[in-house]
């Protein structure tokens, strides 16, 4: 008996699978989006025919963003709203903007006073996202994290502070979606390693980074805690590895320590990131 021959996908299949999705997405942002603006919950056919969507689709979509607490269902009417995760989000969004604005006037002057090169940084959308940085002209890095990209946050001392924060799990889903790619013979590229890393980060108060992402760059990165010890963001320095070794890197340290400490003093009344169980 001849077996099956197994199908095999073209392009043209794959670009019709990209297409779908996209199609997907897009329906599935406006339905969030429509409830956003809505003052009352809807119903499936309500909002199949306020966005003109064929019910089945409506419904299954709803039935996705649940599960990712992006929407919620009211099992009285059946009805749905905006679910827990939209709030967490934008507390998330709204208390980075005011920790960038609160924490550059003290990056600046550790720019200042270090000659090095500063980022401030926390964990969003899935990553470590650059908040905000200060470039020193005396460093000269070949990989710059802009504002608003995600640095790599294993082989990074600020990434790696952020990671050492968050829960394990979200360290795996991290891990998990960008990868431990091997920068240098320095990178740490096994999660078992990273990990251990992340222990001790979280021991000792501070992150180090020793040309793990770039030969010849070197980092340390401290935490900045809320009063009930939370972690709202990190304050990283970067430069050459030359200036980062034995009592230099001692004093980098504590200047990176003490600004994080100063920025945490200015936010002491500010509510934490929230996180949402």
């Known amino acids: 008996m001849e077996g099956k021959v197994p199908a095999i996908a ?7 699978h ?58 009285e009417n ?8 939209i709030l967490e989000l934008g507390t998330r969004v709204m208390h ?3 920790l960038q604005s609160e924490a550059h006037r003290f990056l600046l002057d550790l720019a200042h006073r270090s000659s090095e090169s500063i980022s401030f940084a926390a964990a969003l ?31 990074t001392a600020i990434g790696k502070l952020v990671l050492a924060y968050l829960p394990e799990a ?8 960008a ?15 990273l990990k251990e890393n992340l222990l001790q980060v979280r021991q000792r108060g501070y992150s180090l980074d020793g040309q793990e992402l770039e030969r010849g760059l070197s980092g340390v990165a401290a935490p900045v805690l809320a009063r009930d010890g939370r972690f709202l963001a990190g304050v990283g320095m970067a430069g050459p590895t030359l200036r980062f070794r034995g009592k230099e890197l001692r004093q980098k340290i504590e200047q990176v320590k003490e600004t994080a400490a100063k ?8 509510a934490p990131l929230a996180r949402v169980s």
């Open 170 to 177: 979200e360290v795996e889903a991290i891990v998990l979606s």
């Open 10 to 16: 073209t392009a043209g299949d794959k670009r019709t």
């Open 125 to 155: 959308s899935g990553g470590v996202v650059c908040l905000d940085r200060v470039d020193s002209p005396n460093t000269v890095i070949g990989i710059r994290t802009p504002v608003g990209a995600r640095f790599p946050a294993h082989c």
């Open 263 to 270: 920025i945490a003093a200015t936010f002491v009344n500010s």
């Open 96 to 98: 980075s903007r005011t």
């Open 78 to 85: 059946e009805k749905y709203r905006l679910g827990l995760k």
């Open 179 to 193: 990868g431990l790619t091997r920068f240098t013979p320095f990178t740490i590229t096994r999660l078992a390693q």
């Open 18 to 75: 990209k297409a779908g999705s996209s199609k997907s997405l897009q329906k599935a942002l406006r339905i969030l989006l429509h409830l956003g603006q809505s003052d009352t919950e809807m119903g499936v056919t309500q909002l199949a025919s306020a966005l003109n969507l064929n019910k089945a689709t409506v419904h299954r979509l709803l039935k996705t963003m649940q599960k990712f607490d992006l929407i919620e269902k009211n099992l």
